[in-house]
């Protein structure tokens, strides 16, 4: 009992060196399956959905067949790591391709509802079941137990204050070691420092992530952006790969606010912003530069591509306001845009800026309502 208390303490330790969610539920799970800590085959972590009432599988660690299984322990056994050595070894974890298990339990999503098996009601109750004979496996969803390869197990519920966050599952479906009554009384223990890690890390992300966005349209903000674009940069850079960036600005903004007032301006760039968003890969990241000009950035992008992009950024915009029968329509809110791309037209992110922020003014005043190309002879 007292080597189970040490444990504790020292993954506890450990949970509070990071605020990263995904490292301190990697964390978590190194503890529960490493042979210094309390040695389960496998442990995995499902987290509530509370927006879709669902519990979602986030991290699984261990085998996923006896032939894994016996390759990993001959390694362990071999290399004697400790429980330091497997948090160290986080990075190559996320990296593996052939984690199976984690890949399985990430794809796993179970609707909270009383018929959807033990894990269900884990969360529902608030409690841990105990699956270690025969007759208790029925309870269990068929289709969960096939998916998990697992017939023999312990749900654990995460719980901080009186909200239960989700749920962690072990067993030792490979050695077949039984689980008993002090290893459940270990674990509830263990998932109480568990939850309050999570519910900590989750916090605090939540708080880099606001402090990151403009809070009328959503997107990143202007000194997100500075830094993601510094980033992509640098992938470019290493990469040797193309990186383009569209700088835009909303036509005849100041006359519809003055029109229709700040609170229909606002309105406006939300929906420009939400236009932007929608119509974008989940891989270019898109930010209010300020007021009422917008950035985007596209990584791994030509120019040519950048541009047909922008132009249709451009129809969407005109169209979404061409009913606007309350402006005349020469002053209806478009967008113009500018497109430079690295290192073909700079070589530094401030020179990457000021070369799309060139082509916007040049479209700007050839007209608006228009996407301009960035080229080396721009000033």
Same mark, same amino acid.
């Given at each position: 009992?007292?080597?189970?208390?040490?444990?504790?303490?020292?993954?506890?330790?450990?949970?509070?060196?990071?605020?990263?969610?995904?490292?301190?539920?990697?964390?978590?799970?190194?503890?529960?399956?490493?042979?210094?800590?309390?040695?389960?085959?496998?442990?995995?972590?499902?987290?509530?959905?509370?927006?879709?009432?669902?519990?979602?599988?986030?991290?699984?660690?261990?085998?996923?067949?006896?032939?894994?299984?016996?390759?990993?322990?001959?390694?362990?056994?071999?290399?004697?790591?400790?429980?330091?050595?497997?948090?160290?070894?986080?990075?190559?974890?996320?990296?593996?391709?052939?984690?199976?298990?984690?890949?399985?339990?990430?794809?796993?999503?179970?609707?909270?509802?009383?018929?959807?098996?033990?894990?269900?009601?884990?969360?529902?109750?608030?409690?841990?079941?105990?699956?270690?004979?025969?007759?208790?496996?029925?309870?269990?969803?068929?289709?969960?137990?096939?998916?998990?390869?697992?017939?023999?197990?312990?749900?654990?519920?995460?719980?901080?204050?009186?909200?239960?966050?989700?749920?962690?599952?072990?067993?030792?479906?490979?050695?077949?070691?039984?689980?008993?009554?002090?290893?459940?009384?270990?674990?509830?223990?263990?998932?109480?420092?568990?939850?309050?890690?999570?519910?900590?890390?989750?916090?605090?992300?939540?708080?880099?992530?606001?402090?990151?966005?403009?809070?009328?349209?959503?997107?990143?903000?202007?000194?997100?952006?500075?830094?993601?674009?510094?980033?992509?940069?640098?992938?470019?850079?290493?990469?040797?790969?193309?990186?383009?960036?569209?700088?835009?600005?909303?036509?005849?903004?100041?006359?519809?606010?003055?029109?229709?007032?700040?609170?229909?301006?606002?309105?406006?760039?939300?929906?420009?912003?939400?236009?932007?968003?929608?119509?974008?890969?989940?891989?270019?990241?898109? &930010?209010?530069?300020?007021?009422?000009?917008? &950035?985007?950035?596209?990584?791994?992008?030509?120019?040519?591509?950048?541009?047909?992009?922008?132009?249709?950024?451009?129809?969407?915009?005109?169209?979404?306001?061409?009913?606007?029968?309350?402006?005349?329509?020469?002053?209806?809110?478009?967008?113009?845009?500018?497109?430079?791309?690295?290192?073909?037209?700079?070589?530094?992110?401030?020179?990457?800026?000021?070369?799309?922020?060139? &082509?916007?003014?040049?479209?700007?005043?050839?007209?608006?309502?228009?996407?301009?190309? &960035?080229?080396?002879?721009?000033?």
């Amino acid at each position: 009992m007292e080597w189970e208390f040490s444990m504790l303490y020292e993954v506890s330790n450990a949970m509070r060196t990071t605020l990263k969610l995904d490292q301190v539920f990697y964390i978590i799970l190194t503890a529960l399956t490493s042979h210094e800590g309390l040695g389960f085959n496998r442990a995995m972590l499902f987290l509530v959905n509370e927006k879709d009432n669902i519990l979602e599988g986030v991290m699984g660690i261990g085998p996923h067949s006896a032939e894994e299984a016996g390759k990993i322990w001959h390694y362990l056994s071999q290399s004697e790591m400790t429980l330091d050595d497997f948090v160290s070894a986080y990075d190559s974890f996320k990296r593996d391709p052939e984690s199976k298990l984690n890949t399985i339990v990430k794809g796993m999503k179970i609707p909270l509802r009383e018929d959807m098996g033990v894990l269900a009601l884990t969360i529902l109750e608030g409690m841990p079941f105990e699956i270690t004979t025969e007759e208790a496996r029925l309870k269990m969803s068929p289709d969960i137990t096939r998916m998990l390869n697992t017939n023999l197990f312990v749900t654990i519920p995460l719980k901080t204050k009186d909200k239960v966050l989700g749920a962690i599952l072990v067993d030792n479906v490979f050695n077949k070691k039984p689980i008993t009554k002090g290893d459940v009384r270990m674990l509830t223990m263990f998932a109480n420092h568990a939850g309050l890690a999570i519910e900590n890390s989750r916090l605090y992300e939540e708080t880099v992530y606001l402090s990151n966005i403009d809070w009328l349209t959503k997107l990143w903000n202007y000194g997100r952006f500075q830094q993601l674009l510094s980033l992509e940069i640098e992938k470019s850079r290493i990469g040797s790969t193309p990186l383009c960036l569209v700088m835009i600005d909303v036509d005849n903004f100041k006359n519809y606010n003055d029109t229709h007032g700040h609170l229909k301006g606002d309105e406006a760039l939300r929906n420009i912003a939400s236009i932007f968003q929608d119509k974008s890969r989940k891989c270019d990241p898109v &930010a209010r530069y300020g007021g009422e000009e917008f &950035a985007i950035i596209m990584p791994n992008t030509v120019k040519e591509n950048a541009k047909l992009f922008a132009e249709r950024l451009r129809s969407e915009v005109e169209k979404f306001y061409a009913e606007d029968t309350a402006i005349t329509p020469e002053k209806r809110l478009t967008i113009s845009a500018g497109v430079a791309i690295y290192p073909e037209d700079a070589v530094t992110k401030d020179e990457l800026i000021s070369k799309a922020d060139v &082509a916007l003014y040049q479209a700007k005043h050839s007209g608006k309502n228009r996407v301009y190309l &960035a080229t080396k002879a721009m000033n």
